[in-house]
């Protein structure tokens, strides 16, 4: 089945350490996002990818880092620099590409990650 | 600045009403709208896809109309069932190349049997 992994579920990390999360797609979808989901408030983006080895900031992409060296594979990184990194991190994937977003967008079960 | 509203943020209903959820937004210049379902602790499942040049989309007991002028759409669930149970959120994507989606809060819906 196509579809959309995060792993892991649940991130547990000290304050002051980097920790990447996980998302790989097999639905051969060019674009892929990351957002974070915080209990009240709407999805936000922090990182965009249109095709690979190109990725562009969304709104909160401050204290995060992405790379995207396959197509399959959209790693997001959480720094010490993130001051509130506590939050629900979703991937989601789309076959938009730099083409007019006809299709729908597609997301993984997401990972809790809880920063102490 | 485009801002999506979604009212009421719960609702609750007895199994097999009717109901429509809300969507509103505050620039009409949208690309498409797209209306998605989650469950607690999960990842958002599309529903619905309605391009800017349409005024609905269908799919089972959901129809989701769309008009742009008014800054409004609305989702109808039909017969509603407890596994209808979650969160629905829409989103409106503003520019043409899909990447920027801006995403209401989400109306919590509970059917209960």
């Known amino acids: 089945d196509g579809g959309i992994t995060q792993s892991p579920k649940y991130l547990f990390r000290k304050e002051g350490q980097n920790v990447t999360l996980s998302c790989e797609q097999n639905?051969?979808?060019?674009?892929m996002y990351w957002y974070r989901q915080d209990p009240g408030q709407g999805l936000r983006l922090i990182y965009y990818s249109q095709i690979v080895n190109d990725f562009q900031k969304g709104d909160i992409a401050e204290g995060y880092s992405v790379s995207r060296e396959k197509k399959e594979s959209f790693p997001l990184t959480v720094t010490s620099a993130q001051k509130n990194p506590t939050a629900f991190y979703l991937c989601?994937?789309?076959?938009?590409?730099?083409?007019?977003?006809?299709?729908?967008?597609?997301f993984g079960n997401g990972t809790r990650l809880t920063v102490t | 600045k485009q801002e999506v509203t979604q009212i009421p943020a719960a609702l609750s209903v007895p199994e097999g009403e009717n109901l429509v959820l809300n969507c509103s937004f505050t620039d009409s210049a949208i690309y498409n709208l797209q209306w998605f379902r989650q469950d607690p602790g999960k990842g958002l499942t599309s529903l619905l896809l309605?391009?800017?040049?349409?005024r609905e989309q269908t799919s089972g007991r959901l129809n989701a109309s769309l008009d742009k002028s008014s800054g409004r759409s609305t989702l109808y669930i039909a017969a509603s069932q407890p596994g209808d149970s979650a969160t629905y959120l829409c989103?409106?994507?503003?520019?043409?190349?899909?990447?920027?989606?801006?995403f209401g809060k989400g109306t919590t819906l509970s059917v209960s049997s």
């Open positions: 989601a994937s789309s076959d938009g590409g730099l083409q007019p977003p006809n299709s729908p967008l597609h």
């Open positions: 309605i391009q800017s040049s349409q």
């Open positions: 989103a409106v994507i503003i520019n043409q190349a899909g990447t920027a989606l801006i």
């Open positions: 639905l051969n979808h060019d674009a």
